[in-house]
């Protein structure tokens, strides 16, 4: 089934919106078939902040779950995947909210540094991925939720319960800890 649904002809309805409407209705088949469609994407947003399959499999089918259960509030105005996205995300700030330990007294903010750029076009994406899954927990899901999903400081604060200044801190800390990491790695490539 594709997922590139941009052209429908007016007055049909596309597959999306078939499965969607029968999710509404509680139909098993369509909820399965809307589960493997978006599988692929849903499951990188949950790895990004949980690195082991269970987990990561447990928390993604509470997102479904809680999609499921709310489906009738989608109107089909915008990205359904969107939508879908942004559910399963509340369910991986909740996960990360009841399972990681936050230091709430670290107040130290440093400068930001970037990561030269000829370092990083070394690595492909899933070697840049593991590193950051190497990351310490809260680390890793300030540095995710900051620069993969583009949550502010102050959003990642309220969803996480840290601080503004904890959350600049992890991601200062994320990155150094990611340069440092990238650094060592050009030692041993030589292309």
């Known amino acids: ?11 049909q309805t596309s597959e999306l919106e078939t499965l ?9 088949s369509a909820q399965e078939k809307l589960y493997r469609l ?11 902040y949980i690195d082991h399959d269970e987990q990561a499999e447990e928390v993604l089918n509470n997102g479904y779950l809680r999609a499921f259960q709310k489906i009738g509030q989608y109107n089909f105005q915008g990205s359904f995947e969107g939508w ?11 996960y990360v ?19 030269e750029n000829t370092h990083a076009e070394k690595l492909y994406y899933d070697q840049l991925l593991k590193l950051v899954q190497e990351l310490p927990d809260a680390t890793r899901n300030v540095f995710n939720m900051y620069v993969m999903e583009g949550f502010t ?11 503004e200044g904890t959350s600049k801190w992890h991601l200062s800390e994320g990155r150094k800890i990611l340069k440092e990491k990238i650094e060592r790695l050009e030692l041993h490539l030589k292309i």
């Open 1 to 11: 089934m594709s997922v590139a649904l941009a052209y429908t002809v007016p007055g």
């Open 20 to 28: 969607i409407n029968g999710c509404m209705r509680n139909e098993r």
């Open 38 to 48: 978006f599988y692929p994407r849903m499951m990188a947003v949950v790895k990004r």
């Open 84 to 94: 879908l996205r942004k559910i399963v995300f509340h369910a991986v700030a909740d």
């Open 97 to 115: 909210k009841q399972n990681t330990k936050y230091s709430n007294q670290i107040l130290l903010i440093e400068k930001d540094q970037q990561v």
């Open 153 to 163: 400081h102050r959003e990642i604060s309220e969803i996480v319960g840290i601080s």
